[in-house]
């Protein structure tokens, strides 16, 4: 018993800070991280996260009254900042009175950071800098979360590992944080709270959950992978500030390659602004994503996965992967 409540300990600040059992944060994913994954990672002790994405407010009230009917444990919605609706989203998110709003991808525009604090929810924010994660301190954010480049998907240009080195030790006394990026084993789990970490978050490990309406060969895809097949996406044209996606290498990385020299020949010609030209390469991401993760298109669509996508094995429920993650962790504690 004496290991639990170890592990129990260091996770104490995290379950308190999100209310639930076990300081398992899941990554939002677009496609995937929503009602039915969500309520089913909340059920099981853990925090689902909504990823909001490019949903409409429409959209997005319909995912989160439709999460609600099937958890009653708390859980967030994870919104990007550069989305044209913001205000809106975060009002939609204060009427059903979510608990954490998650936000992502930049700075938090003017005035975001105190209509999410005047719903009565905790913010939470993305710092992949040491400087940042003292901006955000200052300007009153509840936590922050550190993603390493090993993460899925959008990434930044430094490991976890590096990261939490740098971070960890400066900001956990002051700030809830929460570790992502290539975890795939209760062990570094229990490396990062040991750290100072309150909690961790994790995507990859979670799309093969039975409960992940993923397609089947999404899942596939997966199970096969190993690390060194998680690559990150080529920025061609320096002009275009094209944020690095981390997916399995396929048929659709070149084609990206491609989407970005067409880009960038409309930017030459001037027949789109340099704005346009970013909101194009967003919606092929997430067009492409759609087509991997719902059409189950993983030759041409994109098939975004974490390095720690090597470690996912099997589809197993959400409720054997939280507890063998936390089985792992005591062992590592007892040890």
């Not at 009917?69 to 009427?95: Q, S, W, Y």
């Not at 992502?104 to 003017?110: C, S």
Request: glycine content about 10%; some cysteine; aromatic content about 4%.
């Amino acid at each position: 018993m004496m290991t639990q409540s170890t592990l129990q300990h260091l996770m104490q600040r995290g379950t308190d800070f999100l209310g639930c059992e076990t300081a398992i944060m899941c990554g939002a994913m677009s496609w995937v991280s929503e009602r039915n994954l969500v309520s089913a990672i909340s059920n099981a002790g853990g925090f689902g996260v909504i990823a909001c994405g490019a949903m409409t407010p429409d959209l997005l009230d319909t995912e989160i009254a439709e999460t609600m009917k099937r958890t009653d444990k708390p859980f967030g919605v994870n919104l990007i900042t550069m989305h044209p609706d913001l205000m809106e989203l975060i009002a939609i998110c204060g009427k059903h009175g979510v608990t954490h709003v998650v936000l992502a991808g930049g700075l938090p525009p003017k005035g975001s950071l105190e209509a999410i604090k005047e719903t009565g929810a905790k913010v939470i924010c993305f710092a992949p800098a040491l400087s940042l994660a003292k901006k955000f301190l200052r300007s009153g954010v509840d936590a922050i979360v550190i993603e390493g480049m090993e993460a899925g998907g959008h990434i930044g240009p430094v490991s976890t590992s590096v990261l939490a080195q740098e971070i960890l030790p400066e900001i956990a006394e002051q700030l809830p944080v929460f570790v992502a990026g290539g975890i795939g084993t209760g062990e570094m789990i229990a490396a990062y709270l040991e750290m100072g970490a309150s909690g961790v978050q994790l995507g990859t490990r979670f799309v093969c959950a039975h409960e992940s309406i993923a397609h089947p060969d999404f899942k596939k895809a997966f199970i096969r992978g190993n690390a060194r097949d998680a690559i990150t996406s080529v920025q061609v044209d320096p002009r275009l500030p094209v944020i690095p996606v981390r997916a399995l290498k396929n048929k659709g990385t070149e084609e990206f390659t491609r989407k970005q020299i067409e880009v960038a020949k409309l930017l030459d010609s001037g027949e789109i602004e340099m704005g346009e030209a970013q909101l194009q390469i967003e919606h092929f991401w997430a067009g492409a994503l759609r087509k991997a993760v719902i059409n189950g298109d993983i030759e041409y669509g994109s098939v975004m996965a974490g390095q720690s996508v090597g470690m996912v094995k099997a589809e197993e429920s959400v409720a054997e992967i939280i507890k063998s993650l936390v089985e792992q962790a005591e062992t590592a504690l007892a040890r």
